[in-house]
Nanobody, 123 residues
Framework: VQLQASGGGSAQAGGSLTLSCAAS????????MGWFRQAPGKEREFVAF????????YYTTSVKGRFTISRDNAKNTVYLQMNSLKPEDTAIYYC?????????????????WGQGTQVTVSS
């Protein structure tokens, strides 16, 4: 399975960015997808997941109401719409593919990881 993330970049605080992650190598629609991030000097942390059926989404508290995860199973792509960005959102963002159709905030629920895309938010 290959995951190719794109859409990172720089934004001002209060701005928006949309990340995309294109998947290939297995039946995309059967598996949950997630986004994690890692800031300099910090551990990788969960951001959001969406289950295979696109019914369930879940976010870490710090991004609720600002970020939206979605997926287009016809395009084998998962998205992360990020609004009202804050400097503390600065990190490398990783998309990841789950081991099953059920989403989770646990890193060990995911088995394939993209290369990461840098998001930098300035104040």
């Amino acid at each position: 399975v290959q995951l190719q993330a794109s859409g990172g970049g720089s934004a001002q605080a209060g701005g928006s960015l949309t990340l995309s992650c294109a998947a290939s190598g297995r039946t995309f629609s059967n598996y949950a997808m997630g986004w994690f991030r890692q800031a300099p000097g910090k551990e990788r942390e969960f951001v959001a997941f969406i289950n295979a059926a696109r019914i369930v989404t879940y976010y870490t508290t710090s991004v609720k109401g600002r970020f939206t995860i979605s997926r287009d199973n016809a395009k084998n792509t998962v998205y992360l719409q990020m609004n009202s960005l804050k400097p503390e959102d600065t990190a490398i963002y990783y998309c990841t593919a789950g081991k099953s159709g059920f989403g989770s905030s646990a890193v060990n629920a995911y088995e394939f990881w993209g290369q990461g895309t840098q998001v930098t938010v300035s104040s």
